[in-house]
C-alpha cells in the first residue's frame, strides 16, 4: 500500500489508546442495560409480591368481618333471651305479668333491632303502593285513591335502606 493511503488498522496509536473499540462500548452497554434489566425485574417481582399480601390481607378481612358480622347483632339479642327466659322462669305469673314482661322484651328486641338499622315498613292507609317496598296481596274496592294501601297484613323490614322483607299490603282498586 501507498504511504498516503493509511490503512484503517495504522490509525494514529493515541487515538486507538484513548477511544474504546466499538466493541467494548457496545459490551458496556449490554452490561448496564442487563444490570438496569435486573433492577427492573426485582422491582417488578417485589411489586408483584406486595400486590399478592394486599390481595391476601384483603381477602382475610373480608372472611373475618363475614365471620364477626353478626356478631354485635348476636350480643344485641342476649338481654332479649335473658327476658324471656325470665318470663318464663315465673311459675304462677298473672296474664298482666305475662303481657307486660312481653310488652318489655318486644321493646327491647326492636331496640336491638334498630340499633342494628333494621327498620319497620308499616305504611299507613292511604299511602302511595311503593313496589319496591310493598307486595300486594290483592285489590279491594274502598273510598280512597286507587293503588294506594288499604291495610296492612304484614309488616315489612328494611336493613340499611336494603329491603328485608316487603310489607304485605291490600291495595285501592280503580273505580
Same mark, same amino acid.
Given at each position: 500500500?501507498?504511504?498516503?493511503?493509511?490503512?484503517?488498522?495504522?490509525?494514529?496509536?493515541? /487515538?486507538?489508546?484513548? #477511544?474504546?473499540?466499538?466493541?467494548?462500548? !457496545?459490551?458496556?452497554?449490554?452490561?448496564?442495560?442487563?444490570?438496569?434489566?435486573? /433492577? =427492573?425485574?426485582? =422491582?417488578?417481582?417485589?411489586?408483584? &409480591? %406486595?400486590?399478592?399480601?394486599?390481595?391476601?390481607?384483603? %381477602?382475610? /378481612?373480608?372472611?373475618?368481618?363475614?365471620?364477626?358480622?353478626?356478631? &354485635?347483632?348476636?350480643?344485641? !339479642? !342476649?338481654?332479649?333471651? %335473658?327476658?324471656?327466659?325470665?318470663?318464663?322462669?315465673?311459675?304462677?305469673?298473672?296474664?298482666?305479668?305475662?303481657?307486660?314482661?312481653?310488652?318489655?322484651? !318486644?321493646?327491647?328486641?326492636?331496640?336491638?333491632?334498630?340499633?342494628?338499622?333494621?327498620?319497620?315498613?308499616?305504611? &299507613?292507609?292511604?299511602?302511595?303502593?311503593?313496589?319496591?317496598?310493598?307486595?300486594?296481596?290483592?285489590?279491594?274496592?274502598? %273510598?280512597?285513591? #286507587?293503588?294506594?294501601?288499604?291495610?296492612? =297484613?304484614?309488616?315489612?323490614?328494611?336493613?340499611?335502606?336494603?329491603?328485608?322483607?316487603? &310489607?304485605?299490603?291490600?291495595?285501592?282498586?280503580?273505580?
Amino acid at each position: 500500500m501507498s504511504e498516503n493511503n493509511p490503512s484503517p488498522d495504522s490509525s494514529n496509536p493515541a /487515538e486507538a489508546a484513548s #477511544a474504546p473499540a466499538p466493541e467494548q462500548e !457496545l459490551a458496556a452497554q449490554l452490561a448496564e442495560l442487563q444490570a438496569k434489566n435486573a /433492577e =427492573l425485574a426485582d =422491582l417488578y417481582l417485589r411489586a408483584q &409480591a %406486595d400486590v399478592q399480601n394486599a390481595r391476601r390481607r384483603a %381477602d382475610e /378481612e373480608i372472611a373475618k368481618t363475614r365471620k364477626f358480622a353478626v356478631e &354485635a347483632f348476636a350480643e344485641s !339479642l !342476649l338481654p332479649v333471651i %335473658d327476658s324471656l327466659e325470665a318470663g318464663l322462669a315465673i311459675p304462677n305469673g298473672t296474664v298482666e305479668q305475662i303481657r307486660e314482661g312481653s310488652e318489655a322484651t !318486644l321493646r327491647q328486641l326492636k331496640s336491638a333491632l334498630e340499633r342494628h338499622k333494621v327498620v319497620e315498613i308499616n305504611p &299507613a292507609a292511604g299511602t302511595k303502593f311503593d313496589p319496591g317496598q310493598h307486595q300486594a296481596i290483592s285489590m279491594v274496592p274502598a %273510598d280512597q285513591e #286507587a293503588n294506594t294501601v288499604v291495610t296492612v =297484613l304484614q309488616k315489612g323490614y328494611l336493613i340499611a335502606e336494603r329491603v328485608l322483607r316487603p &310489607a304485605l299490603v291490600t291495595v285501592a282498586a280503580p273505580k
